[in-house]
Structures are given as structure tokens and as C-alpha cells.
Nanobody, 117 residues
Framework: QVQLVESGGGLVQAGGSLRLSCAAS????????MNWYRQAPGKQRELVAT???????SYADSVKGRFTISRDNAKNTGYLQMNSLKPEDTGVYYC???????????WGQGTQVTVSS
């Protein structure tokens, strides 16, 4: 059973926008921090953005001012709004929810984002 379902990836020109969604079960989503990671070909997976259950956010320097992470706790869904996209944003984006008490990570299947120049 897939616990995190991602959507919203695709092909966009530089300067364009995409919004990624991550739908989770209430049991996994409620009260837990959600993260977005990405991985480009030949590179390590990197943390892009984080949001706590209370709404505190943090971002990688490379996306500050362009990306916004958010969550709708009533819908058990998280989002990553990506504006002013650059070719270097290209990669597979993964939603992650961490259960801190048991130190267990849930991952989405990944969604491809391709930004053309």
C-alpha cells in the first residue's frame, strides 16, 4: 500500500511554475514534519524544504524566495509551490514524512520535474 502519493510534476520552461502535492493518510500526516527532497542525475539527494506540524518552514539556499512549502492538515496534504523555475531545479522530487519517535521515514514514489532553458 502506497502511503504517500505525489503529483504535479512535469515539463516547464525556465521562469515557469509548478505545484507539487503530497497526499498522505491521517495517521502518517498528523503531527509530523514533512519534507521535500530532490535528486538530479548523478547527484546526491538533497533536502529542498521542510515544514513542521505547526507550520514552521525552512528552505535550501538554492530555492529561497522561489519555492514555498505548505500543508493543509484538514486534507492531510502537503504542497511545494515552485516559481521562477531554473534548469538546475530539474530532478526527481520526493515527499518525505518522518516519524521522530520511532525514527522512521515514509517516502513518496517521486515525481519528475524538468525545466528547459
Amino acid at each position: 500500500q502506497v502511503q504517500l502519493v505525489e503529483s504535479g510534476g512535469g515539463l516547464v520552461q525556465a521562469g515557469g511554475s509548478l505545484r507539487l502535492s503530497c497526499a498522505a493518510s491521517r495517521l502518517i500526516f498528523s503531527g509530523n514534519t514533512m519534507n521535500w527532497y530532490r535528486q538530479a542525475p548523478g547527484k546526491q539527494r538533497e533536502l529542498v524544504a521542510t515544514i513542521t506540524s505547526g507550520g514552521s518552514t525552512s528552505y535550501a539556499d538554492s530555492v529561497k524566495g522561489r519555492f514555498t512549502i505548505s500543508r493543509d492538515n484538514a486534507k492531510n496534504t502537503g504542497y511545494l509551490q515552485m516559481n521562477s523555475l531554473k534548469p538546475e531545479d530539474t530532478g526527481v522530487y520526493y515527499c518525505n514524512i518522518r516519524l521522530p519517535i520511532v525514527q522512521y521515514d515514509y517516502w513518496g514514489q517521486g515525481t519528475q520535474v524538468t525545466v528547459s532553458s
